[in-house]
């Protein structure tokens, strides 16, 4: 009896300590990463390699979800807003909704899918073949030569792809909101733009910054711990993009709960 009713404590105390213990590990990561920024050399060109890899790849599929969201958010507002007789209302709607959650979020999840992924098999297949052994072998720190560039370029290119979203979901809401809901594009443009302010733009930017940092430690680390062959590199893959997502959206939810209560 006394088994059964602790059974549960037990898989959760395990389950508390392999996240405590992740924790851990992706704050040393993190950690020496940031130690990493500050040292020389930062190998300039490894860096926009990576921002070109991660930034101008990204750009369309970027374009076109946030395009296609800011139509849809247009519909689904204006649903709402005709009852109430106040259409003009969708354009300071859209934008707001745009700038503060789905350009960052949409545009985090966007990169986490195509670029985490993409280190985290990089890493990985580094690690099974032995080469970040070669590499420690060669006096180089693994950190600082593949995670440290990797992390400034997401760091450069995520709030700039975040800024490329915005535009472009205001884009999508105007298209709709001009062209089938009959509003003049002048007052849209008016509406859309009078509601933004510093704090709007400020905390999507914020967003885009920890989201950077999410997927590239995140990524990195999985890529490190690859075990198994073929099969190890495929496991990491899929865990860095499931957790990427997960801290994404919880790291979204207290951010905005900080801006509420401290800027309300």
Same mark, same amino acid.
């Given at each position: 009896?006394?088994?059964?009713?602790?059974?549960?404590?037990?898989?959760?105390?395990?389950?508390?300590?392999?996240?405590?213990?992740?924790?851990?590990?992706?704050?040393?990561?993190?950690?020496?990463?940031?130690?990493?920024?500050?040292?020389?050399?930062?190998?300039?060109?490894?860096?926009?390699?990576?921002?070109?890899?991660?930034?101008?790849?990204?750009?369309?599929?970027?374009?076109?979800?946030?395009?296609?969201?800011?139509?849809?958010?247009?519909?689904?507002?204006?649903?709402?807003?005709?009852? #109430?007789?106040?259409?003009?209302?969708? %354009?300071?709607?859209?934008?707001?909704?745009?700038?503060?959650?789905?350009?960052?979020?949409?545009?985090?999840?966007?990169?986490?899918?195509?670029?985490?992924?993409?280190?985290?098999?990089?890493?990985?297949?580094?690690?099974?073949?032995?080469?970040?052994?070669? #590499?420690?072998?060669?006096?180089?720190?693994?950190?600082?030569?593949?995670?440290?560039?990797?992390?400034?370029?997401?760091?450069?290119?995520?709030?700039?792809?975040?800024?490329? %979203?915005?535009?472009?979901?205001?884009?999508?809401?105007?298209?709709?909101?001009?062209?089938?809901?009959?509003?003049?594009?002048?007052?849209?443009?008016?509406?859309?733009?009078?509601?933004?302010?510093?704090?709007?733009?400020?905390?999507?930017?914020?967003?885009?910054?920890?989201?950077?940092?999410?997927?590239?430690?995140?990524?990195?680390?999985?890529?490190?711990?690859?075990?198994?062959?073929?099969?190890?590199?495929?496991?990491?893959?899929?865990?860095?993009?499931?957790?990427?997502?997960?801290?994404?959206?919880?790291?979204?939810?207290?951010?905005?709960?900080?801006?509420?209560?401290?800027?309300?």
């Amino acid at each position: 009896m006394i088994s059964r009713l602790t059974a549960p404590l037990a898989v959760a105390g395990a389950w508390a300590v392999e996240l405590l213990d992740y924790a851990g590990h992706l704050g040393i990561l993190f950690v020496r990463s940031l130690g990493g920024c500050v040292a020389k050399p930062l190998r300039p060109q490894a860096i926009f390699y990576e921002v070109w890899k991660i930034g101008i790849q990204s750009w369309l599929i970027v374009a076109v979800a946030s395009l296609f969201i800011g139509m849809v958010l247009a519909f689904q507002s204006a649903y709402q807003m005709q009852r #109430l007789a106040a259409e003009i209302y969708i %354009a300071s709607l859209v934008s707001l909704s745009v700038v503060r959650e789905i350009g960052p979020v949409m545009t985090a999840l966007i990169v986490a899918g195509r670029v985490g992924s993409s280190i985290a098999a990089e890493l990985g297949t580094m690690k099974v073949t032995e080469q970040l052994d070669a #590499l420690m072998t060669l006096a180089t720190d693994p950190v600082r030569y593949l995670v440290v560039p990797r992390l400034i370029a997401i760091l450069i290119a995520l709030p700039i792809l975040t800024l490329w %979203a915005d535009a472009l979901g205001i884009l999508g809401g105007f298209v709709i909101g001009t062209m089938k809901l009959g509003i003049l594009p002048s007052l849209y443009w008016k509406m859309a733009t009078l509601p933004l302010v510093f704090k709007d733009l400020g905390s999507g930017l914020l967003k885009s910054c920890v989201f950077a940092l999410i997927i590239c430690i995140v990524s990195c680390f999985e890529g490190f711990r690859t075990e198994g062959g073929a099969e190890g590199v495929g496991r990491s893959t899929t865990v860095a993009v499931v957790a990427s997502f997960i801290l994404i959206i919880a790291t979204d939810c207290l951010i905005t709960a900080m801006f509420y209560f401290i800027w309300r």
